[in-house]
Nanobody, 111 residues
Framework: QLQLVESGGGLVQAGGSLQLSCEASGSFFSIDTMAWYRQAPGKQRELVASIDRLLTTNYADFVKGRFTISRDVPRNTVYLTVNSLKPEDTAVYYC?????WGQGTQVTVSS
């Protein structure tokens, strides 16, 4: 069974950067697309970025130019580098793959 474990969240000042990681483990054949979502308090979970096995990426409009998704396919790990953070980026960031979710990692941006 596939398990996803995120790490790398934290408290950062506006304008700062973080790198989030998500490692897939367990029993599975292969993973096509891995993605990052986020959910702010009182809001719905929304897609941030996704990347497939060919490293084709897709980004939400609100993060283009600030966030970068990357992937180490052999290590079943996906990364999200977040730059120029804004207070409105504060949310729990979740990894998603093969229909499963990680536990989330909190990102808090102070103004």
């Amino acid at each position: 069974q596939l398990q996803l474990v995120e790490s790398g969240g934290g408290l950062v000042q506006a304008g700062g950067s973080l790198q989030l990681s998500c490692e897939a483990s367990g029993s599975f054949f292969s993973i096509d697309t891995m993605a990052w979502y986020r959910q702010a308090p009182g809001k719905q979970r929304e897609l941030v970025a996704s990347i497939d096995r060919l490293l084709t990426t897709n980004y939400a409009d609100f993060v283009k130019g600030r966030f970068t998704i990357s992937r180490d396919v052999p290590r079943n790990t996906v990364y999200l580098t977040v730059n120029s953070l804004k207070p409105e980026d504060t949310a729990v960031y979740y990894c998603n793959a093969a229909g499963r979710w990680g536990q989330g990692t909190q990102v808090t941006v102070s103004s």
